[in-house]
Each structure stands twice: as structure tokens, then as C-alpha cells.
């Protein structure tokens, strides 16, 4: 026993830890439960009592030293292990994952449905693909109506056979399908696209945003129109904002008016973006005309309503301080990454 112990230590003093497996090895052959160290412990019993306290301090002795030079290249061999441990910044915040983020077209339109969904309005939709019959000719359109030429309004052709399909040009077709489809009282919004042939700028885009609205009841007067608008203006842009009334004209309304708000950039002082004059144009509106609604089997004798139609792009540029309005249209990820909450 004596002599299998001092050949064990011997072999244990010449084991020579090169690479990081040898560590296993050793742990193997010697330390584990079931290694040769172990196995001389259990051969302690048989050992005469007498001779027990020097051979047990002996086998101590040697599991001692076997540990110690484990431990130590530990310590030598595994140093990738260790450092990799410490390279672990708790401190640092975890790692962000891109979830996607409403459009910033939509929170200005999703504010705009909020205030008059407060007021009582529901939401009304309608096709983006429109007939020429409901873009124009309801609308009380002379036939000859510069807007349906060809610089303005896409019409979609079949071939080179001319359709009476078009991108509607407005949201106020919108209109017509609620007042055919709906009886009196009617109070609606149509938020929407809308597209237009036009030059594309920073300014100006083939598409954009409107929010059109719609009020049929007895007694509708201009001054409803004009608080109606007064309170919309004053959630949307401020308390303080002062509103101006343009006359104006639509084939659909009479009479109409475009509407001013003080820039709420200078606060009516005059900048860049109000080119000086301290207003921004709005929306057009004004009260619905009596052919129009005589079109859409209404009663102009009876009934009398307000439309008014806005554009959304315009504060959506405003409000984030974005200078070209085509940004909203591209779906750059770097822009739209932008409004993630
Ligand atoms: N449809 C008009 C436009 O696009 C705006 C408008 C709507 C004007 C309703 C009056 C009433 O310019």
C-alpha cells in the first residue's frame, strides 16, 4: 500500500499539464470519485490498524498535493474560461430589438380622429380607385372643370382606351358614397389618400393625406362650420391659435372659404415656413352645395350641412420638423426608425 501510494505520488509529481484537455485527464485518472486516489481510500479498511493513522495520513497527504497541482493549472491552462467571465459587462444595457413603429402620418391622422371622434363624428372610408362619376360629376364638376385634366387627375386607362376609373384627387367622393348611402343626420370624417398628377418636390408629392368631414342636420349654419373648425384648431395646434377665414371657391360648396391657421412655428410672427405672412392654409370647406345633395337624393329644403377638407402632410412635416415631404412615402428605415416609442 505504502509503495503504491509513493509510486502514485511520484507519477502525480511528474504529470505535466500541457494543453487544456490534461486537466481533464488528470481529474480522470486521479481526483474523481472514481479515480485511483479514491480507490486507495477504500482499500484503507483492509489496511492493519495499527499501520492505519500513517498510511491514512499518507493517502491524505496525497490527495492533498494531487488537488493543489490541479487547482494551480487550473488556474495556468484555462485562462480563456476565466477571462471570458470577466468580459461580461453587467453594467451594460441589454440589447434593443426594432418592433416597428406607427407612421408618422398616422399619429397626426390618429390625433386628427381622436378630436373629432370626441366631437361625434364617425369614420367613413372609401375606394382610393374611384369613378370619374363620383370624384367630379356628383360634386357638381362643370364637365369642362379644369381639375379633371389630365395634369391633375390619373385616370387609369384600359389599354389605349380611355376609362372612367381615376385616383381619387380628393376625399370628398367619400362624401357622395355616405350621403347615398346614409340618411339624415349624418356626421362623418373620411381620412384618406389621395393622389395628384403633379411635379414632385419637396414640397409636392403624387400622393398625400386628407381628412375630410361632413355634417348634415337641420339648421346646419356657417357658424357650426366655423366652431366646429375653431375647436378642432385649438386641440390640434394650441389654445392660442387664431384662425382666418378666406372666401373661397369649390364647385361642391357655396359659399366656401379656405382656412388659415397663425404659424405655429413663429406663432404669427412670420418665418421661412409662413414665407413671412404668419398664416398656414389648412383646408378648404364651406357649406354644402344644394345640387350636390339634391344629386345624392337629399333635400337641400329640408337639410343643410358643412364639408370641410384638410391636408395631413403638411402638419406631419411641421410637427417632426421634416423638410421634404417624400421621406413620408418612402419607407426609409432610418427615418421611420426615428419614431419608434
Ligand atoms: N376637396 C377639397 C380639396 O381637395 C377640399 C374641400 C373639402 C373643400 C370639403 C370644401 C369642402 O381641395
Given amino acids: 500500500m505504502e509503495n503504491t501510494i509513493s509510486s502514485l505520488q511520484q507519477e502525480i509529481n511528474d504529470f505535466e499539464f500541457i494543453a487544456p484537455a490534461d486537466l481533464e485527464a488528470f481529474r480522470l485518472r486521479y481526483t474523481v470519485r472514481k479515480g485511483l486516489i479514491a480507490a486507495l481510500f477504500s482499500q484503507l479498511k483492509s489496511v492493519d490498524p495499527a499501520e492505519k493513522p500513517r498510511i491514512g495520513h499518507l493517502l491524505n497527504e496525497l490527495k492533498r498535493t494531487a488537488d493543489a497541482k490541479l487547482s494551480d493549472a487550473e488556474q495556468k491552462l484555462a485562462p480563456i474560461k476565466i477571462d471570458s ?4 459587462d453587467l453594467t451594460l444595457p441589454g440589447r434593443r430589438y426594432f418592433t416597428g413603429s406607427e407612421h408618422p402620418v398616422q399619429k397626426v391622422l390618429g390625433e386628427m380622429k381622436k378630436i373629432f371622434s370626441d366631437m361625434g363624428f364617425s369614420i367613413a372610408t372609401g375606394p382610393e380607385l374611384e369613378l370619374d ?4 360629376d356628383m360634386l ?16 387609369i386607362t384600359d389599354g389605349n382606351l380611355e376609362s372612367d376609373v381615376l385616383l381619387r384627387t380628393h376625399t370628398s367622393p367619400v362624401q357622395v358614397r355616405v350621403m347615398l348611402d346614409q340618411k339624415p343626420p349624418i356626421r ?33 349654419s356657417f357658424a357650426d362650420l366655423k366652431a366646429t373648425i375653431y375647436s378642432f384648431a385649438r386641440q390640434m395646434f394650441g389654445a392660442d391659435v387664431k384662425l382666418r377665414f378666406r372666401p373661397s371657391f369649390f364647385p361642391f360648396t357655396e359659399p366656401s372659404a379656405e382656412v388659415d391657421v397663425t404659424c405655429y412655428l413663429c406663432g404669427g410672427k412670420g418665418c421661412r415656413v409662413c414665407k413671412k405672412s404668419g398664416w398656414l392654409e389648412i383646408m378648404g370647406c364651406g357649406m354644402v352645395h344644394p345640387n350636390v ?17 384638410m ?8 410637427r417632426y420638423k421634416i423638410d421634404d ?13 426615428q419614431f419608434t416609442v
Fill in 293 to 309: 345633395m339634391r344629386n345624392c337624393g337629399i333635400d337641400p329644403e329640408t337639410w343643410s350641412g358643412y364639408a370641410f377638407g
Fill in 325 to 337: 415631404i417624400r421621406l413620408l412615402f418612402e419607407n426609409d428605415l432610418r427615418m421611420l426608425r
Fill in 311 to 318: 391636408g395631413v402632410d403638411r402638419t406631419v412635416l411641421l
Fill in 188 to 220: 362623418v370624417i373620411c381620412p384618406g389618400k389621395v393622389y395628384r398628377n403633379e411635379a414632385i418636390s419637396a414640397r409636392s408629392y403624387c400622393v398625400f393625406h386628407q381628412l375630410e368631414g361632413l355634417y348634415i342636420d337641420k339648421n346646419v
Fill in 140 to 155: 357638381n364638376f362643370p364637365p369642362d372643370h379644369p381639375a379633371r385634366d389630365m395634369q391633375d387627375t390619373f385616370f
Fill in 85 to 88: 467571465n470577466k468580459r461580461i
Fill in 133 to 136: 362619376h363620383f370624384n367630379f
